[in-house]
């Protein structure tokens, strides 16, 4: 089976403005989640979509957002960019929402100018 | 709640030394526990994982067990080779919640 896919890879941005980033799960996967990697903050729990439902969330501003489509692919969405925002950025799919391993996608490196 | 206290780093160690990472942790109920890896530039790969008390996960010479009496999940190694360098990070996960991570150990390998 192929892995997680993240894209773009590598995304640079200016302040002010916004930035979708997409996942696509590991066939038959039906949980993505999010996470943020920073050097200060290291990783951190953005949210879960599980059948196109935000399940849980993590402790960030509502700038930061989600969805995920019919076929289980997820995109996050962050507006109004802040500096504070660069980070790599990585998908995880699972199985179900259950204690199923979470498998990692290569991330998306967001540098925020 | 939960959170994963893990050894600080930098470790550097010679190739074939042995190598053990600490970790340690506090959950609400009964976790499984990881161990995932990230090399230079890339996302984060399951090392290894144990679901419940006393199993040991092992993969590619690595091996960590799960110790409930002192809620501990450290990596072994017994001898380690340059390619191993990498950052290793110890995670949580209770039930359907999402994964609690440590720091991260980074650890560098020299021939």
Same mark, same amino acid.
């Given at each position: 089976?192929?892995?997680? &896919? %993240?894209?773009?890879?590598?995304?640079?941005?200016? *302040?002010?403005?916004?930035?979708?980033? #997409?996942? /696509?799960?590991?066939?038959?996967?039906?949980?993505?989640?999010?996470?943020?990697?920073?050097?200060?903050?290291?990783?951190?729990?953005?949210?879960?979509?599980?059948?196109? &439902? %935000?399940?849980?969330?993590?402790?960030?501003?509502? *700038?930061?957002?989600?969805?995920?489509? #019919?076929? /289980?692919?997820?995109?996050?969405?962050?507006?109004?960019?802040?500096?504070?925002?660069?980070?790599?950025?990585?998908?995880?799919?699972?199985?179900?929402?259950?204690?199923? &391993? %979470?498998?990692?996608?290569?991330?998306?490196?967001?540098?925020?100018? | 709640?939960?959170?994963?206290?893990?050894?600080?780093?930098?470790?550097?160690?010679?190739?074939?030394?042995?190598?053990?990472?600490?970790?340690?942790?506090?959950?609400?109920?009964?976790?499984?526990?990881?161990?995932?890896?990230?090399?230079?530039?890339?996302?984060?790969?399951?090392?290894?994982?144990?679901?419940?008390?006393?199993?040991?996960?092992?993969?590619?010479?690595?091996?960590?067990?799960?110790?409930?009496?002192?809620?501990?999940?450290?990596?072994?190694?017994?001898?380690?080779?340059?390619?191993?360098?990498?950052?290793?990070?110890?995670?949580?996960?209770?039930?359907?919640?999402?994964?609690?991570?440590?720091?991260?150990?980074?650890?560098?390998?020299?021939?």
């Amino acid at each position: 089976k192929a892995g997680v &896919t %993240q894209t773009p890879r590598y995304l640079i941005k200016t *302040r002010g403005q916004q930035v979708t980033l #997409s996942c /696509s799960p590991i066939s038959g996967h039906r949980s993505v989640s999010w996470y943020q990697q920073t050097p200060g903050q290291g990783l951190q729990f953005l949210f879960e979509y599980f059948s196109e &439902t %935000q399940r849980n969330k993590g402790n960030f501003p509502g *700038r930061f957002s989600g969805r995920q489509f #019919s076929n /289980s692919r997820s995109e996050m969405n962050v507006s109004t960019l802040e500096l504070g925002d660069s980070a790599l950025y990585l998908c995880a799919s699972r199985a179900n929402t259950g204690p199923d &391993t %979470q498998y990692f996608g290569p991330g998306t490196r967001l540098t925020v100018l | 709640g939960n959170s994963v206290t893990q050894m600080e780093g930098p470790v550097t160690l010679s190739e074939e030394a042995f190598l053990t990472i600490n970790c340690t942790y506090t959950a609400t109920g009964y976790p499984s526990l990881f161990w995932y890896v990230q090399y230079p530039g890339e996302g984060l790969q399951l090392l290894l994982k144990a679901t419940k008390a006393d199993d040991k996960g092992s993969n590619k010479g690595f091996e960590a067990t799960y110790r409930k009496e002192t809620t501990s999940f450290h990596l072994e190694k017994g001898s380690v080779q340059v390619s191993d360098s990498a950052v290793y990070f110890c995670a949580l996960q209770t039930g359907a919640n999402n994964l609690f991570f440590g720091t991260g150990t980074r650890l560098t390998v020299i021939p």
